[in-house]
């Protein structure tokens, strides 16, 4: 796909020497550079590269509504080809960057050499597989739309499922795959499940979910092989015991990607290491899964895996670049569902502070939960209360 | 402008009452509820931010 038509005439308009701004990465981060430069007034030249031969889709929904089978492919979509016409940019999809040259400002790929004025790195992240099982047709991940797509079919008809990783994306499958009927083993190396930015306080609460729906836990072990046969999967474990279903769904992270970057010198040590305006480099920004911002407030440096900081830190970098303005830093925010629970994360949960509850009750399945150390309250989780979350976030700005 | 929203793609997050609680409101399950669907002029940029920070994508903006 491409804007061309419009592109075209654009580009007639700015001197011919002027390469402008490349974005590599076309999912929610790199658009909503793209975004937030033109809507800032930025009217050179933008020109948007993706690996992907879809346009920029919603990963979310990927896990929960495209899985469930409540949504089809086109639903995840973020926007149509005639809004992304609409930003004036150079689109390309099914192209990936290769290498970056920092002193000439080109970045090489795989279909041609671009120069640039400024770069956006926003490349995401790959799902981490388990070595071994690479090839193996009845073992699945959860990164991309063919990713889910092929997940769904797979669980046509299937009776067992064995789900490696206890985080959000496995704890996410599980209830899918407890939507089927379909019975579940999980696998996980960690003594309890994990929510991120929870500081490990609603464990119990998630395993008491599994274990309500019957399914089967194994924390604490490692995996000592991986067997495929006919008409199934097989885990050889630590603690000596073995188990197996007919597919399994491998979910135990991610990895940025930071390939083209490596003879770059950029500092690439899990992700893109940034100021706190998103600069990697002069001219060199970084967003999204595939950056690792500094964080002004906590003075520590994460990359961050959602969303809602993949927009910010979009908009940040298209205002930075357009107007010389920084954003101030926010907090992270988080949301899952799981086994029908609606549950909404801001800031940072510290696992050493017992949860005050704000609203609510956790007997009721209802509340709204935060830790607040000397005053100050660091994180808030909402659990099935989304309008008196929206309402305890002002006590994180005061 | 004329706004559309979502219900089956809102997760509760409530940004877009955050930002512009004269246009979006939520339902008691979070949902967004829509407080106009043609905001008048003074209330376009935020409307437009609310569509841009929505974190599922859930709003749509037609010009
Ligand atoms: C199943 C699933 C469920 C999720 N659920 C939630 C949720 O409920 N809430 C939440 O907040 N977040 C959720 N996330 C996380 C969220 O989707 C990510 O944080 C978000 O997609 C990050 O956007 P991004 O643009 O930084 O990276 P990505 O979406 O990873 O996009 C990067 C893009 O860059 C492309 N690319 C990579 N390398 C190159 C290259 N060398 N050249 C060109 N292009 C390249 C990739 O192909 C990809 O299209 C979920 C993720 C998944 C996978
Ligand atoms: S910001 Fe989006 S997801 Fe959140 S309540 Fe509004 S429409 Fe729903």
Redesign the interface.
Known sequence: MSSKGDCARRVEMISVEDPGLVIVGASLAGLTCAQSLRAEGYTKKITLIGAERHLPYNRPPLSKQVLAGKWQAAQTNIDSAEKFAELGLDFFIDEDAQELNIASKEVRTSKRTLAFEDLIIATGASVRRLPGTETMSRVHVLRTIDDALGLREALVGIKSAVVVGAGVLGSEVISALSEYGIHATVIDRMATPQLPLTGGHFASRVNDLFIEHGVITKYGVDIISVTEQETGITFDLSDGSKVSGEIAVVAIGCIPNVDFLANSGLDISNGVLCDSNGLAAPHIYAVGDVARWHNPVTGKSLRLENQTSAIEQGLAVGKFIATGESSPTTHPFFWSEIFGNKILMLGNLEADIPLTIVHGSPSDNRFVAATISNGVTTGIVGWNMPREFRQSRAMMEA | MKIRVDR??C?????C??VAGSIFD??????VVLLTDTPSDEFIAVA?KAA??C???AIALEE
Do not use: E
Not at chain 2, 11 to 15: D, E, K, S, V
Not at chain 2, 26 to 31: E, H, N, P
């Open positions: 089956d793609a997760i509760g997050a409530g940004q009452a955050l939520q339902d008691d399950d979070g949902l437009r841009t920070l974190p599922a994508k």
